[in-house]
């Protein structure tokens, strides 16, 4: 009994068919990723805002801190 063999322009297009549907899912789940950062940013400037508001520095003095120069505590 002979084994069929496969054409090579075959098996070239069955592996454009694996590669194609694996760059579909890596790009579903780095969207999927992207959204899950941007979120966590959101979370976090939402926080940022919050603490400063709850704050009693000045906004001259948050953004020193921020800057790297000393907020003195006078």
């Known amino acids: 009994?002979?084994?069929r063999s496969v054409p090579?322009?075959?098996k070239i297009e069955?592996?454009?068919e694996v590669v194609s549907k694996a760059k579909?899912?890596?790009e579903n789940e780095l969207d999927k990723l992207e959204k899950l950062v941007q979120k966590r940013d959101e979370l976090r400037s939402k926080e940022?805002?919050?603490a400063f508001a709850r704050s009693e520095r000045s906004f001259e003095e948050?953004?020193?801190f921020l800057s790297?120069?000393?907020v003195?505590?006078?």
């Open 14 to 16: 069955s592996q454009k």
């Open 68 to 70: 790297g120069n000393e």
């Open 8 to 10: 090579i322009e075959e």
């Open 24 to 26: 579909d899912r890596y």
């Open 1 to 3: 009994m002979a084994r």
């Open 62 to 64: 948050v953004m020193r």
């Open 72 to 74: 003195d505590d006078e």
């Open 48 to 50: 940022l805002m919050e």
